[in-house]
């Protein structure tokens, strides 16, 4: 990202990340620090974490939300540079989506969530 901005100017980066697989941390943090959108690809993931008992589905069942809510609520706090653009299918799953703009989780949900990392 360094080398290309010396070239034109980056207003986004969108790197694999999810709750799951954050190899791209780094890129993430600079990022923030430099005031880059961050589009994480594949933002839900799709591994363990979405498997029923553990962490994402008791934060969910204790939410009265999904446990795509979850994952999207998890992104939008990670940073305030996070994009996710979540696939969107009827105009319920948009309002679902969007709904899970509203959810704040917990410190300890925080906790057990990012024990999910790979």
């Known amino acids: ?3 290309a901005r010396k070239i034109l100017p980056i207003v986004s980066v969108q790197n694999r990340y999810n709750i ?11 990022c923030q620090k430099e005031g ?3 589009i994480p690809w594949f933002p839900i993931g799709g591994g ?3 498997q029923p008992e553990n962490a994402l589905e008791r934060v969910a069942k204790d939410h009265g939300v999904s446990v795509i ?11 305030p540079v ?5 696939g969107t299918s009827s105009l319920a799953h948009l309002e679902e989506n969007v709904a899970a703009a509203k959810l704040k ?14």
């Open 48 to 50: 363990r974490g979405l």
């Open 1 to 3: 990202i360094v080398r």
């Open 69 to 79: 809510q979850v994952a999207l609520a998890w992104l939008l706090e990670r940073s």
């Open 20 to 30: 799951e697989d954050r190899k791209t941390e780094n890129t993430l943090v600079y």
């Open 82 to 86: 996070m994009l996710p653009i979540p």
């Open 36 to 38: 880059i959108g961050f």
């Open 105 to 118: 989780l917990a410190p300890a949900e925080w906790k057990a969530i990012d024990a999910l990392a790979s």
